[in-house]
């Protein structure tokens, strides 16, 4: 028989892992079969195993073959559990006690005796018992209820030990299993799915929302793992007749905690994670089918990532395509695989020929495993300095904070309560009517969050008459006449009994039995077949009534109440609870309402005042268009009168030319001043278009003075009188001036005439200029005569 001898050694990757190999005894039922052992350990670690050559072999791969494989440790079948422990966990219990984290986990195929070797059998109570009491350690005792009792054994030296200021050692334990690629919490069956997260700063996955149980002895953490072994998914299947259907995770993190030389708290945790995984199977040798199959499958999914994952950590290259997320399990061994846990990996082997290649795998994936690096730098964890003061600052105010918010909560309850009792109005279907209103942009009034809205503010529904006026008759008269009725009265010690402050509807939930309430309120004593009752109850109809006070509108509240189960059959107490609870929800739901009207009354008072910016900017707008516009009209005006004037200075020029028989330079005359002239000079006239008449030929220079127009004729207003006399003034001055005395009379006669034209045909064109232009008038008038 051809033979490899020492084929396949690799060096053990330092003390901070250790790979190792166990045999199991073959089953009497193997026996049975005429099974034989393929494997043998060498020298306590090395394991090899036989191919038997096939019936009829030709080719080179059917004939047979010993591969030799050296671990850290192999053990056979004749090997104890403790002495298994004792090589292999054990080891690393001084390494828990100073704070490093630690994997343990069996793997193999089904049946191979990793839940043998993890857990023990199921004698394993008796063992442990006798172990504890000092007993030879037992054979069937496993890995993990060995392990709690030496770190139990090691937490009280630690404890005893203690020389550190306020240290302290605390053990807490957790149970998970990964089912179907599901988590799930062994001490929490209903939990399903549970998720796996990763603390980005320490690395370190855990699983959220995971129990952890405190522990004082292993006694305890055995009672916790019983519990959960009968949690996890275990079913009989061709090969074990309690094949494990999930992959069981027990985690305990022990947490060493004391104070410095500053006063501040220092932790140290370390986590111990001992695993026991499902086993890898053929379905062509389970001859599982439906869910088993399905269980099949998804477990050797698993452990493939996990294999997957071992090769690419074993070749130091390719360390960073570890694809942890594969799996839920490769993702929850994360922080174990990739370096920050001391980690111990024991393959199991079912010896019998019939399972040559699992445990051939099982062997070839073991000894690849080995080649995993571990860096103790990272292993450890450290020590998180925590400030008291800080710290205690920070919880205070949190505190603080929670007692503010419960404040307000029980205000809110407290305002639910009135309006349960009648006292105002409750917003129908919990508000969420208005809401939507809101919502839908249709504006509300809605009042301080602090006061509380009186009955007038929302109209009564119709159709529905409030109990609350009835009840607040009785309220009336029940302050007046009660104080030594609530003097007696104690708040209900049921679960839900939370007010501090006496509630009028709490009160009457009392053992007191002699307070009796009015009718109206729905009370009454006990029924006499009730005499064993201490309390006494509510009539279902005042339940109701309660209920329906909150129905203003639709019985929604009160369909709500018994939607969320309120069962009117329940006791007295949890009745009060449940109403109770409504009220809690109602006061919630009030809460995110106000919160919600007070964001869109913020939003609506910002798009008023952004409206009322805008407004003022349109306005300004505004006003300048008008002012541009009336600047507009008064050139217009202006031009309209420069033209007139311009016209009627040349038909008037005309006309004296055409009376006198002049022509104008005869009479301009040499050198002496034209009376446009005069007028500018005197700052009358104005322009050049004067200045240029004395030496121009054409007629246009020769315009006569223009009239001057006031800022205010454009709109209509008459010139002042006191500019006219002025230039009537300045213009005979100038007359008299330039051509010397004249016959008056002649003069104003045919100015007069002139000017009189000059009016009727001002006035005949509704002008208002009249005076003006008879002034203009009376000045050429008088040029002519002169
Ligand atoms: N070292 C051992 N000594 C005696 N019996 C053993 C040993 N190992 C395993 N067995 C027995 O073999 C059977 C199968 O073992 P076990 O249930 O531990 O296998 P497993 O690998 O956990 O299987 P699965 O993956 O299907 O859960 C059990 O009856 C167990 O008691």
Not at 230 to 244: K, L, P
Not at 299 to 323: D, E, H, M, T
Not at 723 to 749: C, L, M, S, W
């Amino acid at each position: 028989m051809p033979m490899k001898s020492a084929a396949k050694t690799a060096s053990i990757a330092g003390s901070n892992m250790l790979v190792a190999v166990r045999l199991r005894p073959l089953s009497a039922k193997e026996k049975a079969l005429g099974e034989t052992s393929v494997c043998e350990v060498i020298n306590g670690n090395i394991v090899a195993i036989t191919k038997r050559k096939a019936a009829g072999a030709v080719l080179k791969s059917e004939m047979g073959s010993v591969n030799e494989y050296q671990f850290d440790e192999a053990f056979d079948e004749r090997v104890s559990q403790e002495a298994v422990y004792a090589r292999t966990a054990k080891r690393l219990i001084p390494s828990v006690l100073e704070g490093f984290n630690v994997t343990v986990f069996a793997y193999g195929a089904t049946g191979s005796g990793k839940t043998h070797t993890m857990m023990g059998s199921e004698r394993q109570d008796a063992a442990r018992e006798a172990a504890l009491q000092g007993g030879e350690a037992s054979a069937i005792c496993g890995i993990i209820p060995l392990t709690l009792i030496d770190i139990f054994a090691g937490l009280g030296v630690k404890r005893a030990q203690a020389s550190l200021p306020n240290e302290q050692w605390k053990l807490f334990v957790s149970y998970l299993e990964v089912y179907n690629e599901k988590v799930r919490d062994l001490f929490a069956p209903d939990s399903y799915n549970l998720p796996v997260q990763e603390d980005p700063k320490s690395g370190i996955v855990g699983v959220g929302r995971l129990s952890s149980k405190p522990a004082k002895n292993a006694d305890e953490v055995m009672a916790l793992l019983r519990f959960g072994n009968a949690n996890r998914r275990t079913h009989a299947t061709d090969a074990n007749a309690t094949s494990s259907r999930s992959h069981a995770v027990l985690q305990l993190l022990m947490r060493q905690e004391w104070s410095n030389s500053k006063g501040k708290a220092v932790v140290r945790e370390s986590r111990v994670n001992l695993i026991d995984l499902a086993g890898s199977e053929r379905a062509g040798k389970t001859n599982n089918r439906g869910i088993r199959l399905q269980e099949g499958a998804n477990i050797n999914r698993s452990l493939l990532a996990l294999a997957n994952c071992i090769n690419a950590l074993s070749q130091g290259s390719s360390r960073k395509n570890a694809k942890y997320r594969d799996s839920k399990l490769t993702h929850l061994l994360k922080s174990s695989l990739s370096g920050a846990c001391k980690l111990i990996i024991i393959a199991n082997i079912n010896p019998s020929h019939d399972m040559f290649e699992d445990s051939h795998n099982t062997l070839k994936y073991a000894n690849r495993a080995k080649c995993m690096k571990i860096d103790p730098k990272v292993v450890r964890l450290r020590e998180q300095a925590v400030a008291w003061p800080a710290r205690e600052k920070a919880i205070r105010m949190q505190n603080e904070a929670k007692v503010a918010e419960n404040d307000v909560l029980k205000e809110q309850v407290r305002a639910l309560q009135d309006m349960l009792n009648g006292n105002c109005p409750v917003l129908p279907q919990g508000g969420r009517g208005v809401l939507e209103k809101m919502a839908g942009g249709q504006k509300m009034e809605v009042a301080d969050d602090s006061a509380v809205p009186t009955r007038k503010q929302v109209p009564a529904s119709p159709t529905h008459s409030c109990p609350g006026d009835r009840k607040q008759a009785f309220r009336k008269r029940r302050t007046q006449s009660s104080s030594a009725l609530e003097s007696r009265s104690k708040p209900a010690r049921g679960s839900y009994a939370r007010k501090s402050e006496p509630n009028p509807h709490l009160n009457i939930i009392s053992e007191d039995r002699s307070i009796t309430g009015a009718p109206e309120f729905g009370f009454e004593e006990a029924a006499p077949e009730e005499e064993g009752i201490k309390l006494p109850y509510i009539r279902k109809t005042s339940e109701k009534n309660l209920m329906d006070i909150s129905d203003v509108s639709d019985g929604s509240a009160h369909e709500a109440l018994l939607a969320a189960g309120f069962d009117q059959d329940a006791p007295v107490v949890d009745r009060v609870g449940m109403l109770e609870d409504r009220m809690m929800d109602m006061a919630q739901s009030r809460k995110n309402m106000m919160e919600y009207i007070t964001g869109l009354q913020r939003q609506a008072a910002e798009a008023e005042s952004r409206g009322q910016r805008e407004r003022e900017r349109a306005e300004k707008a505004e006003a300048m268009v008008k002012e541009q516009n009336e600047m507009l009209t008064r050139l217009r005006a202006e031009m309209e009168l420069a033209s007139d004037n311009a016209a009627q200075a040349s038909s008037d020029r005309d006309e004296v030319m055409a009376r006198t028989g002049m022509d104008f330079a005869d009479l301009i005359g040499d050198g002496a001043p034209s009376p446009i002239e005069s007028l500018e000079v005197n700052g009358m006239g104005g322009g050049k278009v004067q200045r240029k008449a004395r030496g121009a030929s054409s007629l246009e220079s020769k315009t006569p003075p223009r009239r001057s127009i006031s800022p205010s004729e454009g709109n209509g207003a008459r010139p002042m009188g006191g500019g006219r006399k002025i230039v009537q003034v300045k213009a005979e001055a100038n007359r008299r001036e330039a051509f010397g005395p004249v016959d008056d009379n002649k003069g104003r006669a045919a100015a007069g005439a002139a000017g009189k034209g000059r009016a009727a045909k001002a006035a005949a064109e509704g002008g208002e200029n009249d005076d003006m232009f008879s002034l203009q008038g009376h000045a050429f008038a008088m040029q002519a005569s002169g």
